[in-house]
Structure formats: structure tokens, C-alpha cells
């Protein structure tokens, strides 16, 4: 068969899904390709992430279209046989990275968040190492909560034992972090590691937690990055407020919008702001105020 891929969000950041499809139809012998709007094909698999993405509206000249993923359908999954299979970094042109998940679901339910609907509401291992990495020099792990999974400890034993460059794309759970998580995370090769402040509610232990993450482990703001989310359940204020506190505590916080659309433009305008980090870190706009009188002059 001819078979054609369809990365609907674009290019920006590999999609798994396809990766892995290209590598279960490759070992069916069949032809597999990224898709071109002028060919004919068996069957053409379209891979959407997000739900605001404009969908493909080019006629796709195919005798089967299959769509999938979160962009579409919450309950859509790969079956078995193609989502344990090695992904076929190839389909990117991916010399040196992994991708993938150790772990799958989260205990939190967020409201903000579609882990909880579509995983369920519980950290559970779904592979080894082994199952993405192949001696590359980087790993790019897209877990939503692997410290809440029973086999945390296993798995970051193995991250370890690889020896590669570790990339913690999502948010690792602060709150969870104990001594024996941290003293593992002391024995990677960090390249990134992301944690989150989602709620004010939880920032009495998420200050705790993070003050003596960056006590025991001396981390570089530059490889600390804390996801902030706003336009959710708290104020400007409390808003920045999160912003300032973690500059003070070391780490190097990221401004999420939640519903960016219809966001107010001071929330926008903030998350230029601090994600703008040659301007965040250089001392241009020591506060969020230097910044606003800067951008009206």
C-alpha cells in the first residue's frame, strides 16, 4: 500500500503518532510517505494535537482518511501493535533526539488540562526506555507526571544509566519531589527540566519544594524553567507575583495563557513579557510596570 501522513499542526514539533504509524506500515512492506496533495494513496493518516488548529481543507485524493489524535477526538488511541512500536525518527529527518512517554496519566484532573479525560486520573508506566531510545544523544520526555507514577524511581534510573542529554518538556510535579526523586534527577545529564505553578492554592508547598530542589541540586535558572499559568483562576496580581517569586527563588518562569484567543491584552502583553528573555533577564524591565512604560514611550 501507499500510505500518506498528514502532521495537521505542522512541523514545529515531531508528532509521535506518525512517527510510529510510518514504522508499523514500513515493517508491512508498504510505501509510506509525508503527504503531497497531488498523489494518490491507499490510505492517508491525518494527526491533529490541538483543538484550535484550522483542520486541512485541501481535498486529499486517498481510498481511506484516518484522523486522530487530541486535535480531533479525546477517546481516539493508536491501536496496541502500532503504539508500542519504535518510533521511525526518519519521518523528520531526526538524526539525534527520542521522543516519548515513560509514563501516561495524571492524578490532578486540572480543569485546564486534558490528561485526566483522555489517560485517566492515574500515573501509570506504558514503556521502557528502551522502547524510543536507541543510543541518541538526547531524550525529549513527554510525560504529563511521571513522579507520580509507583515506578518513578525505576524509570529515572534508567534516564541515568543512558547517559544522554534530558529534556523534561512538561511540567515534573514540585509537589511530589522528595529527597530520593531529587538525589536520581542529581545523576542526570539536565538539559531542561520544567516544573508548574498552576494554582495559588499550592504554592505554600510548591515554594517549600522548589527552594530546596534548587538548594540541593544548584540548577541554572537557564535548565529550570516553571510553566505559569494565567487567564485561568487567578489575578494579574497573583499572577505576577508567581512571576517575581521564582525569579527570586532561582528558576526561570514561562508564562502559559490559558485560552489565549480571548485573553485580556495586559496578559499578553506580560507574557511578552517574561518569555522574552533577553529582555527578562537583561535588566531592560526589572518589573512588569518598566516594561508597560517602555512599550507605550
Known amino acids: 500500500m501507499k500510505i500518506g501522513l498528514l502532521d495537521v499542526d505542522g512541523h514545529n514539533f515531531p508528532n509521535l503518532a ?18 503531497f ?19 486541512f481543507e485541501t481535498c486529499i485524493n486517498a481510498n481511506e482518511v484516518i484522523r486522530g489524535g ?27 533526539t527520542a521522543y516519548g512517554f515513560l509514563t501516561r496519566g495524571c492524578p490532578r484532573g486540572c480543569g485546564f488540562c486534558i490528561v485526566g479525560k483522555k489517560e485517566g486520573l492515574k500515573s501509570y508506566k506504558v514503556a521502557d526506555l528502551s522502547g524510543f531510545w536507541n543510543g541518541q544523544k538526547e531524550i ?14 525505576n524509570l529515572l534510573q534508567q534516564l541515568a544509566d543512558s547517559g544522554a542529554w534530558i529534556d523534561f518538556t512538561q511540567g ?3 509537589r511530589l519531589m522528595t529527597e530520593e526523586a531529587t538525589e536520581k534527577i542529581m545523576r542526570l545529564k539536565i538539559k531542561m527540566i520544567h516544573f508548574a505553578w498552576d494554582y495559588m492554592k499550592n504554592s ?26 494565567t487567564n485561568f483562576d487567578t489575578t494579574g496580581e497573583e499572577d505576577l507575583y508567581r512571576i ?25 502583553q506580560m507574557q511578552r ?7 527578562f533577564r537583561s535588566g531592560q524591565a526589572e518589573t512588569f510596570e518598566d516594561y508597560l512604560r517602555g512599550v507605550t514611550k
Open 140 to 153: 525529549k520526555l513527554l510525560d504529563p507526571n511521571l513522579l507520580a507514577s509507583k515506578d518513578n524511581m
Open 172 to 174: 515534573l510535579d514540585i
Open 18 to 35: 506518525l512517527m510510529k504509524i510510518s514504522a508499523y506500515h514500513k515493517a508491512q512492506g508498504d510505501q509510506v510517505e509525508m503527504f
Open 273 to 279: 513579557w517574561v518569555n522574552n528573555k533577553y529582555i
Open 204 to 229: 505554600e508547598i510548591i515554594i517549600k519544594n522548589l527552594r530546596q530542589f534548587k538548594a540541593a541540586t544548584n540548577i541554572d535558572m537557564r535548565k529550570a524553567r516553571v510553566y505559569v499559568l
Open 37 to 55: 496533495p497531488m498523489s494518490h494513496y491507499d490510505k492517508v493518516y491525518m494527526a491533529k494535537v490541538f483543538d484550535f488548529t484550522p483542520d
Open 70 to 96: 487530541t486535535g480531533y477526538d479525546l477517546k481516539n488511541k493508536l491501536p496496541a501493535e502500532i503504539e508500542h512500536m519504535y518510533p521511525d525518527y526518519s519521518l523528520y529527518n531526526i538524526k539525534n
Open 244 to 268: 517575581y517569586k521564582l525569579k527570586e527563588l532561582g528558576y526561570d518562569p514561562y508564562v502559559m495563557v490559558f485560552n489565549k484567543q480571548h485573553a485580556p491584552r495586559k496578559i499578553r
